[in-house]
């Protein structure tokens, strides 16, 4: 099951920071806090990741609490192709799998607005 | 970034027929790949997963021998929904495992008339 909790859906103005928040207070040590986002009828686009660090990349910011129990995922500089359903993983890793499922959450569907 | 397919994006088959989805790794190659299924306006739900050379685990309530998943190379893994029906009408996307990282593949809809 998803261990994560999000907001169901937020609007942004085109060019302003678009702020999403998750909540992951049930997170352990040695779990990653993922994001992806998904745009209508395709596959989920890998956006970053971190663990108790705050992390940048070329697309976004995500800022990890110092208790990690939240995160929030940050898009700079928002536009109209950002508009999708953005997705909150805590990374977990099943015992004696091989493969560490991804359990996705309800995401939150962001829309930004011109 | 690491890329992954599937084929077909998009199939209509019959009821009680059996269609078959390939996902496929293209430039790296992968032990583990997940099958999820997501219908209208829901989340993406785990259905598989999906390990080279051994049988798939699959994920409480979903029946094995109506989704039978094949993981017969580091590059390929296949679904076939067997006996389909209506309600097995979804997108099914796969995504295939490289270190850390998942990648996922483009989707195949999926509809059962």
């Known amino acids: 099951d998803a261990k994560t909790t999000q907001p169901p859906s937020m609007d942004c103005a085109e060019g302003r920071a678009a702020n999403l928040p998750c909540n992951h207070s049930t997170i352990s040590g040695n779990e990653y806090v993922y994001w992806y986002r998904q745009i209508h009828s395709q596959g989920p686009q890998y956006i970053i990741h971190?663990?108790?660090n705050n992390e940048t990349n070329e697309m976004a910011s995500l800022i990890i609490t110092e208790d990690r129990k939240s995160s929030t995922l940050i898009l700079p500089h928002a536009t109209l192709r950002d508009t999708a359903v953005y997705y909150c993983?805590?990374?977990?890793?099943?015992?004696?799998?091989?493969?560490?499922?991804?359990?996705f959450g309800t995401g939150t569907s962001l829309t930004v607005i011109p | 970034g690491a890329v992954v397919s599937q084929h077909p994006s998009w199939v209509i088959c019959k009821s009680g027929t059996s269609v078959k989805i390939e996902c496929r790794s293209l430039d790296f190659q992968a032990t583990t790949m997940f099958w999820y299924r997501q219908f209208p306006k829901q989340s993406l739900m785990l259905m598989a997963t999906?390990?080279?050379?051994?049988?798939?685990?699959?994920e409480q309530g979903v029946e094995k021998d109506k989704f039978l998943i094949n993981h017969a190379s580091l590059t390929l893994s296949t679904l076939t929904v067997t006996s389909a029906h209506p309600e097995d009408s979804s997108f099914y996307i796969c995504s295939a495992q490289d270190s850390y990282e998942q990648y996922f593949g483009p989707g195949t809809r999926l509809t059962v008339t």
């Open positions: 993983i805590v990374y977990m890793t099943v015992w004696g799998n091989t493969g560490n499922q991804f359990y």
């Open positions: 999906s390990n080279e050379g051994s049988k798939a685990t699959y």
């Open positions: 971190g663990l108790k």
